[in-house]
């Protein structure tokens, strides 16, 4: 039955909504749009936010914005123009910028969150306890009701990538925020316990292994990123992505995170990568180097420091038409919570015969 045919029992329709309506019940009206689409229909638009608009925009913001001990934080939100809030259907990326002196004071909420150093080295956070201290490349957990601060004493403003499932927690109606009852938490003995427990990834204390499926680490330093990358690189390439890697959980092997994956890749000199259309929305940004994505058509021309959002079931490729250097993408997607709720699918595009 197509869908646009008018519905023979239109007046019947109609004349039922009022009364449905006062037992807080209705039926499809003439008016309403369909149910289903065929295919994700999504309001996220593929954006690319540049390095050389944001940068200003955050000297402003670190400059003009004050940082009062509320627990606030100062940030440049990554507002995707097709949504009402957020970067993508499920997540928000916000880049943080921290003064010399600054403290972000201990809060916690049901949002998973996560940081990846952008700028600056030698800010600590510590979370439920545990301090670390993050360097440009790294990345650090906050999962979902972990307590967490930030401290800087540098020279220069730092900065860093926010990632939080806002708009997956808000759509499930499961919003709790709660104030530190101090600026700062009390730090543990061994401040960084799960890294010396979990950090190799291949040996850890025998007995201690946590009853849960959630990760027990809280850092994946750069170097450790990087040289792990460095040993993919004598994988076969990945036909999408050249070389790539998760951030997985060492105790499950899957993602670091319930809701969120996060993926480094290099893509080499002349790398051209395969289309690929999947639900679920992703944000990249550029860690160095240069390369284009096409997505639907449309090139999008991305260099060191930039973000590119890719609408859901979009088809993309990515590029690197230089001949000598590489670029290095770090990735945050949402397919660990896409997967587990049954709604993750993609699709290859077939290869054009030669
Ligand atoms: O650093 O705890 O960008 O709670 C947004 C909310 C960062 C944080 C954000 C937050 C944080
Ligand atoms: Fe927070």
């Known amino acids: 039955?197509?869908?646009?045919?008018?519905?023979?029992?239109?007046?019947?329709?109609?004349?039922?909504?009022?009364?449905?309506?006062?037992?807080?019940?209705?039926?499809?009206?003439?008016?309403?749009?369909?149910?289903?689409?065929?295919?994700?229909?999504?309001?996220?638009?593929?954006?690319?936010?540049?390095?050389?608009?944001?940068?200003?925009?955050?000297?402003?913001?670190?400059?003009?914005?004050?940082?009062?001990?509320?627990?606030?934080?100062?940030?440049?939100?990554?507002?995707?123009?097709?949504?009402?809030?957020?970067?993508?259907?499920?997540?928000?990326?916000s880049i943080q910028v921290i003064?010399?002196?600054?403290?972000?004071?201990?809060?916690?909420?049901?949002?998973?969150?996560?940081?990846?150093?952008?700028?600056?080295?030698?800010?600590?956070?510590?979370?439920?306890?545990?301090?670390?201290?993050?360097?440009?490349?790294?990345?650090?957990?906050?999962p979902g009701m972990t307590w967490h601060d930030h401290e800087y004493h540098g020279e220069t403003p730092m900065i860093w990538l926010d990632v939080l499932d806002i708009s997956l927690m808000r759509s499930m109606h499961a919003t709790f925020f709660e104030p530190g009852e101090k600026i700062q938490q009390e730090v543990s003995a061994v401040p960084d316990a799960s890294w010396r427990k979990w950090g190799s990834g291949l040996m850890s204390p025998p007995g201690q292994a946590p009853r849960t499926a959630d990760n027990p680490l809280l850092v994946y330093?750069?170097?450790?990123?990087?040289?792990?990358?460095?040993?993919?690189?004598?994988?076969?390439?990945?036909?999408?992505?050249?070389?790539?890697?998760?951030?997985?959980?060492?105790?499950?092997?899957?993602?670091?995170m319930r809701t969120m994956g996060m993926r480094l890749q290099t893509l080499r000199p002349g790398m051209r990568g395969r289309a690929r259309r999947h639900?679920?929305?992703?944000?990249?940004?550029?860690?160095?180097?240069?390369?284009?994505?096409?997505?639907?058509?449309?090139?999008?021309?991305?260099?060191?420091?930039?973000?590119?959002?890719i609408q859901p079931w979009a088809w993309h490729e990515h590029l690197n038409r230089s001949s000598t250097g590489e670029a290095t993408l770090f990735q945050v997607n949402d397919f660990p919570a896409m997967s587990v709720l049954g709604y993750y699918f993609e699709e290859e595009r077939a290869e054009a015969a030669s």
């Open 99 to 142: 003064l010399p002196g600054e403290i972000a004071g201990a809060h916690r909420h049901t949002a998973n969150a996560f940081r990846f150093i952008l700028k600056g080295s030698g800010a600590t956070t510590t979370v439920n306890g545990e301090r670390y201290t993050m360097n440009e490349g790294d990345l650090v957990l906050t």
């Open 279 to 309: 639900t679920g929305s992703k944000l990249y940004y550029v860690v160095r180097g240069e390369g284009a994505t096409i997505v639907e058509g449309r090139t999008y021309e991305w260099s060191t420091g930039d973000f590119l959002t």
């Open 221 to 256: 330093p750069h170097e450790v990123a990087q040289a792990a990358l460095q040993a993919a690189a004598g994988l076969p390439p990945d036909p999408f992505d050249d070389v790539v890697l998760e951030y997985r959980n060492p105790l499950t092997g899957g993602p670091a």
């Open 1 to 93: 039955m197509a869908q646009t045919a008018p519905m023979e029992d239109q007046a019947a329709r109609l004349a039922l909504r009022e009364d449905l309506a006062r037992f807080d019940c209705r039926i499809a009206q003439p008016d309403d749009p369909p149910l289903f689409t065929r295919s994700p229909n999504s309001a996220s638009q593929t954006t690319l936010w540049r390095w050389k608009d944001l940068e200003p925009l955050l000297e402003r913001l670190g400059e003009q914005l004050t940082l009062d001990a509320g627990g606030q934080r100062r940030t440049l939100r990554l507002q995707n123009p097709g949504l009402p809030f957020g970067t993508t259907t499920t997540f928000w990326g």
